[in-house]
Each structure stands twice: as C-alpha cells, then as structure tokens.
C-alpha cells in the first residue's frame, strides 16, 4: 500500500538548527503533497501543504520544497524549537496515502 | 466548530467479541476516512467515503472489518470477530474537498486481549 516513501525515520537536531525530511512518490497523478504533525495522544494535524505548480512553499519555519521531475518533496523546519518535537508524516493524493513518518526530536 | 469527534476513546475487549467505533465528522465535509495507525505499519488508509459513499476499501485487512456511512454526520467501523493483532489506534478524518486539509480526531486506542 505505501506509495509514498518517506527518510529519515528518526531524526535528531539541535535546537536551532535546520531539519530535513523527505518524501518520494510513486504516482505522478497525485496533484496534493501535505505534511502532518502529530504528537502523542493526538490525531495527525496539517503543518503544510504544497500543489505541483510550485516548487517551494513557505509558512514561518516551515517550508516545502517540491520537485516534480524527481518525484519528491521534502520538508525543512527552520531554527527547530524542542516544541517541534513530534512525528511528521507526508502524504500524497489522490486517496491520501501516508509516508511511514519520521520521529524528530530537537534537543534543548 | 467541535472538530471530528470519535468514540470511544479506548476501547479494551476479550478477543473474539464484536467493536463498534464511532465518527462524527465536521459538518460539511464530504469525504470521511478511517485509518489505522500502528508501530509496525505506520498510519494506514482503511477506506474513505465521499458524500456517505465508500470510494476506497482496499486497505481494509480483511472481511471482519466493515465500516458505513449512513448518513453524513455519522460513521461506524466495526471489527467482528476481533481479535488481538487489530490493537492500534484507529482514526478517523475528515476533508471538505478531495485533496484540502483533512481534520483529524484524537482516535481510539483499541486493546483486544
């Protein structure tokens, strides 16, 4: 089922500093790439979305950055705050098809 | 707007004995979706409805899991016979559009022994 392939698993970043997450799709009809952040206890909740007629979206801290030709995108968190500790998931439409997610921890 | 809201929020059952969860989706929305979230597996698509019609069972596991829509302020999926393999956490979302934010709930945590 997973048509989206998502690294690291884990990742580990200073506070401060810049994290990096990345996706690959499969499908070149999925035309809806968002991210999700999820803590514990809580249902995943929409950090960022970006279409594929751009290729880099940015809202405060958080961008995406999209390349169509590659068939990936990935998701970069600016000056990470321990309060950005969390699982991030990406997705791909066409029926929503999540990334295996990524544990990122930001050490104080 | 009260968000998608769902019930139970844990669930604990005997392997063997029938599970009800329950979604109310965001008034409004015309697609629903129920996923299944475990260590192993990650966050799975089980099926999505739109406009109360199933679109996509495809991740559902297997004939013990059924879910409907009937009508489009409430879902159910039902596991029966459960047994203890399905233990995760099931969510349920909803979307105003095909491909918009969806909205997702808190979840049940479902413990079958």
């Known amino acids: 089922q997973q048509q989206v392939k998502q690294s690291p698993q884990s990742l580990i970043v200073q506070k401060g500093g810049i994290s990096i997450i990345n996706c690959a799709y499969e499908?070149?009809?999925?035309?809806?790439f968002p991210w999700y952040q999820q803590f514990p206890g809580k249902g995943p909740a929409l950090l960022i979305a970006i279409r594929p007629d751009v290729s880099e979206k940015k809202e405060g801290r958080f961008t995406i950055s999209f390349n169509k030709s590659a068939k990936q995108f990935s998701l970069h968190i600016m000056d990470s705050q321990p309060g950005d500790s969390a699982t991030y998931f990406c997705?791909?439409?066409?029926?929503?098809?999540f990334g295996a997610g990524t544990r990122l921890t930001v050490k104080p | 707007d009260a968000g998608v809201i769902q019930s139970p929020r844990h669930e604990v059952t005997e392997m063997g004995q029938e599970v009800t969860l329950r979604c109310k989706p965001i008034s409004g929305h015309d697609y629903l979706f129920w996923y299944r979230q475990t260590m192993m597996r990650g966050l799975e698509l089980l099926i999505y409805?739109?406009?109360?019609?199933?679109?996509?069972d495809s991740g559902m596991p297997e004939d013990r899991f059924s879910a409907k829509m009937p009508n489009a302020s409430f879902s159910t999926l039902k596991i029966q016979p459960s047994e203890p393999r399905d233990s995760a956490v099931y969510f349920c979302?909803?979307?105003?559009?095909?491909?918009?934010?969806?909205?997702f709930g808190d979840g049940t945590r479902l413990s079958i022994l």
């Open positions: 997705a791909a439409s066409n029926d929503m098809r």
């Open positions: 979302a909803s979307s105003q559009r095909r491909n918009q934010p969806q909205h």
């Open positions: 499908n070149t009809a999925f035309d809806y």
């Open positions: 409805f739109n406009n109360n019609v199933p679109i996509d």
